[in-house]
């Protein structure tokens, strides 16, 4: 076992943690943060997408003890006092979910290609979510939304 600290959420917790245990868990099982999915536990299809220090990150890919000393945000705290951040708004604006397991994911990679500055046209969106599946939607509603939130046409 090993003790880690991190934040998730702005909340501090401290954990001891098997080496083996993989965020994805240690977020559902330990901390109750259910919003991020498992969907393959292979890293394909970006269900399991997690900010951790603002960088959109695959939770199934990253051991709970490498998120030692870092700030992770899922789903669950990106709303702030009760209004949606806006790309969870774009997202409804738009229509850009059907059975919702990938937009946690979705949404979270969207944040972090906004955040980085790489929304920049349509091609560019598709491409920084090609790592998150969705087998639903299609993707146009998506892109929409995303470039809807990026500010760009």
């Known amino acids: 076992m090993r003790r880690v600290t991190l934040k998730a959420n702005g909340v501090r917790h401290e954990l001891e943690l098997e080496p083996r245990e993989l965020l994805v868990y240690v977020l559902r099982e330990r901390l109750g943060l259910t919003g991020t999915n498992v969907g393959c ?76 500055g790489e929304a920049t046209d349509e091609a560019a969106i598709r491409e920084g979510l090609e790592g998150n599946l969705c087998r639903c939607t299609g993707y146009h509603n998506i892109v929409k939304a995303v470039a809807a939130a990026a500010g760009v046409s």
């Open 41 to 116: 536990d292979t890293s394909s299809c970006g269900a399991c997408t997690v900010l951790v220090n603002d960088e959109a990150v695959k939770s199934c890919t990253m051991l709970g003890v490498q998120a030692d000393g870092m700030e992770i945000t899922t789903i669950e705290g990106l709303a702030t006092n009760g209004q949606l951040h806006p790309v969870q708004q774009a997202f409804h604006d738009h229509h850009a979910l059907q059975c919702g397991y990938c937009t946690p994911g979705m949404v979270l990679a969207a944040v972090s290609l906004i955040s980085s």
